[in-house]
């Protein structure tokens, strides 16, 4: 068919689809290159990728582009398009924009790309609106990182991408694509110069900043998130406070400029390490390092009467902390403000929070938990340091009463209240009102703290009042992943499970083995040295849980070995080249071969041994299967596939990408290295014994996953090899999770569903109004059950909430 032909074509297809679209409901400001005169302008500007098609101008009084998602009859990954426009976003907090989906259903998920230099920088996004437009916000703060990028200020395209979810065609459509925040009072400088290949902790600098940034927004802040090789002597005129959420090192360039920044009067906030500059800017010196005692502090407990607003105490389960002093010229201007507590809830004398005369040094990274008093602890910091900031978070927390789920604020909340509601629940509408009456008052008089506290106590009662409309559903399964494999931290597992039943929850998923680790006496893998001290922790796991009537499926990580794992262990897997490689030779050393035949037994046996040893009510597979597309291409995978194929290969590796019959052929290959292990643990698990459940965590979007990471999931039900699934769908959008939902219990067919809800993966983990409502998009799109990531101290927060209606005895 001729471009032209195809074009009309697509145009036909897609008429319908078009018409539907409603009009964009505001006016924002967009990138110049955005205001385009006609659809040849959006054409130009709009590259489709591969497989794409040409988009469409809507003109009106306010102009959109059209995007069609053609996944019928096709067979890319995803529908994209390439917006060729160059910007400078190292001072803007992100990007803003208007989406619309006609039908989320063939969707998995959204991305935004922004090319930059050789890599790209990158972020998720989805929709809570059916039917409707969507204002979307990606903040810098947020993104990940591919290839090395260049920088925020070299950005010469942004990419849109849906990504293939079912074979079904829809229609979007994006409008005001512009830049959002330019005059920051904050600027969080992200270690972007530390980030690389082989580390670790790469993804810590860009979750640590994120973190920060969730905190910042959620006061009111105007902040910008830069990387720390972007900062300029312009970029720093107006900020007043620079934070660094976790910068181990600092580019030669950083240091002077902060200097320079600090001398003229601003000031800055650390966190967790204390290079030498650093150091020096704050006028503290590094003395140590901490770890908690029983796995972890609990929190920041305020000396005295510490800062303005500091709370008593503010709950962070960190696992370590740097231990600071100040420099012999700096003491008199440097005083703890707060100390850590240990896991059992008592003072320590550790220093947890120093502040000086430049700023401030928290000893461990800011995580995304504690709540109300961890906002509290970030604005009592912040209220010694910058003016107005009372001011601004007093007026951020009264504008986010009731302002959850669909609802702006209070008002629409009580407009949209049933009429037939419980007495209780028009109670706390009751009280949230007269509680935001008093928040009123208090603003008038500038008592910003009373403000605040009444704040907060109204949008407690407006949350307990909305979660009280939940109704709880019979025989589903109600679970939560723990990942550790100690339970949460400062309760025994006996009070741990307690808490999960006590809140209508029946069952467990608690990590108990990895690909060379063990938490219980086991004769097949590496046993954990601390089991002799602290117990069988999946035998006081199962007794909490006959106890208390809650299920205990014990969770595998496959492959992987883990970063605890034995370091004895991990060098005879590579001595005996048992681990993989990847497609450009790079050695992954903690994560076991699946082609390897000691490996798949390895895995099979040390999950029938759990069968075996224990009453267990299931064994549950994780990451059962590859890192990605670029694994596994070590030597044995290349003698393995070339026995079964019955001839060598030239030009390994590149020969499987090459040739599309011989591509076709390993990827059926590494699928058959996954599902041999599903099904030998299945089939010799039941003969074991009958009753016992097999059930996996896996990749939300099957069609893609099978080929990207050899995980055939379908396959899996089909020949009813698991007794259920858990798909990760860790998405914070409601209707992103809805579509997922729809496809996968659609491919399950007869095998439930119980989707995963990534409560602990979102910025707020502790939305307790999300968590409901993906409990009960789950429950209307013919779910069974649901299973929550994780049960940690964040989980601790919501569970009341739940209590109230979606899991109500």
């Known amino acids: 068919m001729s471009m032209t032909r195809y074009l009309v074509a697509s145009l036909v297809v897609f008429s319908g689809l078009l018409a539907a679209i409603p009009p964009v409901p505001r006016k924002g400001d967009v990138f110049p290159e955005l205001k385009l005169a006609d659809t040849a302008a959006a054409r130009r500007l709009f590259a489709p990728m591969e497989g794409s098609l040409p988009v469409t101008l809507a003109k009106g009084p306010i102009d959109m582009v059209r995007l069609p998602v053609n996944f019928v009859g096709t067979d890319h990954a995803r529908a994209s398009w390439d917006i060729g426009v160059r910007v400078d976003l190292r001072l803007a907090r992100g990007i803003q924009f208007d989406f619309f989906c006609a039908d989320m259903t063939p969707v998995s998920y959204f991305c935004v790309y922004f090319r930059s230099g050789d890599g790209w920088y990158r972020s998720t996004f989805g929709t809570d609106s059916r039917g409707g437009w969507q204002h979307v916000i990606i903040d810098k703060a947020d993104t990940g990182s591919e290839g090395t990028p260049a920088g925020w200020g070299k950005i010469d395209a942004i990419r849109i991408s849906m990504w293939r979810g079912q074979d079904l065609n829809t229609e979007c459509a994006i409008a005001n694509l512009g830049a959002i925040g330019s005059n920051p009072t904050v600027l969080i400088v992200r270690a972007d ?9 790469s993804k810590g600098y860009s979750q640590f900043a994120a973190t920060v940034a969730t905190t910042l927004k959620e006061l009111g802040l105007e902040y910008a998130l830069v990387a720390d090789t972007d900062v300029t002597a312009e970029m720093l005129a107006f900020p007043k406070l620079v934070f660094l959420p976790y910068n181990p090192h600092l580019p030669e360039t950083l240091a002077p400029l902060l200097r ?3 001398d003229g009067g601003g000031r800055l906030i650390a966190c967790y390490s204390l290079p030498k500059e650093t150091g020096e800017l704050l006028g503290l010196r590094k003395t140590g390092w901490e770890q908690g005692e029983g796995g972890c502090f609990a929190g920041f407990e305020r000396i005295g009467t510490g800062l303005e607003g500091q709370p008593v105490f503010a709950e962070q389960r960190s696992w370590v902390t740097t231990v600071v002093a100040p420099v012999d010229a700096m003491k008199a201007d440097c005083r703890v403000v707060a100390v850590w507590r240990d896991s059992k809830n008592k003072a320590t004398e550790i220093p947890a929070i120093t502040a000086t005369a430049t700023g401030a040094f928290i000893g461990h990274v800011w995580m995304n938990s504690g709540g109300a008093a961890k906002r509290s602890l970030m604005l009592s910091l912040l209220g010694a340091i910058l003016p107005g900031v009372w001011r601004d978070a007093a007026t951020a927390e009264f504008a986010n009463i009731g302002a959850f789920g669909t609802h702006s604020d209070l008002a629409q909340l009580s407009r949209s209240f049933p009429k037939d509601a419980s007495a209780e629940a028009k109670a706390e509408l009751a009280k949230a009102a007269r509680l935001r009456g008093q928040a009123a008052v208090a603003t008038g008089r500038k008592s910003w703290r009373e403000s605040i506290a009444h704040s ?4 407690e009662a407006a949350m307990r009042a909305w979660c009280l409309l939940g109704k709880p559903r019979s025989n589903e399964f109600r679970g939560w992943w723990c990942h550790s494999a100690f339970g949460i931290p400062g309760k025994t597992w006996d009070e741990a499970i307690k808490e999960l039943a006590d809140n209508g929850f029946n069952a467990i998923l608690p990590n108990m083995l990895w690909g060379g680790l063990a938490y219980y006496p086991s004769e097949t893998l590496p046993v954990y040295p601390e089991i002799d001290a602290k117990g069988d922790q999946v035998d006081l796991c199962l007794k909490a849980c006959k106890k208390y009537g809650v299920k205990c499926h014990v969770w595998k990580v496959n492959w992987n070995m883990g970063s605890r794992a034995d370091g004895a262990f ?25 082609s390897h035949p000691e490996n798949r037994k390895l895995e099979i046996e040390s999950m029938l041994e759990v069968v075996r040893k224990y009453p267990v009510d299931g064994v549950h597979f994780d990451y059962i299967r590859y890192p990605d597309g670029n694994f596994c291409f070590c030597e044995g995978c290349r003698t393995r596939f070339e026995t079964g194929i019955g001839h060598q290969v030239e030009n390994w590796p590149g020969a499987v990408r090459e040739d599309k019959k011989l591509e076709q052929a390993w990827l059926d290959f590494r699928r058959s290295n996954i599902d041999a292990v599903v099904k030998a643990v299945s089939e010799r698990a039941h003969a074991i014994r009958p009753g016992v459940q097999i059930s996996a965590a896996v990749f939300r979007n099957w069609p893609i996953d099978r080929d990207g990471v050899g995980q055939d999931w379908k396959l899996w039900c089909d020949r009813k090899w698991v007794d259920f699934l858990c798909p990760m769908d860790y998405t914070p959008w409601n209707e992103t999770f809805r579509s997922q939902v729809v496809a996968q219990v659609k491919y399950a067919g007869q095998v439930p569903i119980y989707p995963g809800i990534g409560l602990s993966c979102w910025s707020n983990p502790s939305d307790a109004v999300k968590l409901v409502d993906q409990i009960r998009i789950a429950r209307e799109e013919g779910a069974r059950g649901f299973t929550v990531f994780e049960y940690n101290a964040n989980a601790e927060s919501v569970l009341p909430f739940a209590r109230l209606g979606v899991t109500s005895k």
């Open 260 to 262: 320079v920044f600090v």
């Open 456 to 459: 907060q106590a109204a949008s």
């Open 193 to 201: 110069s530390n980030s690389g290949p082989g580390n670790s902790e």
């Open 570 to 594: 991990v060098k005879r897997m590579v001595a005996a080249k048992r681990v993989q490689k990847s497609f450009s030779g790079e050695v992954k050393e903690r994560w076991l071969c699946p």
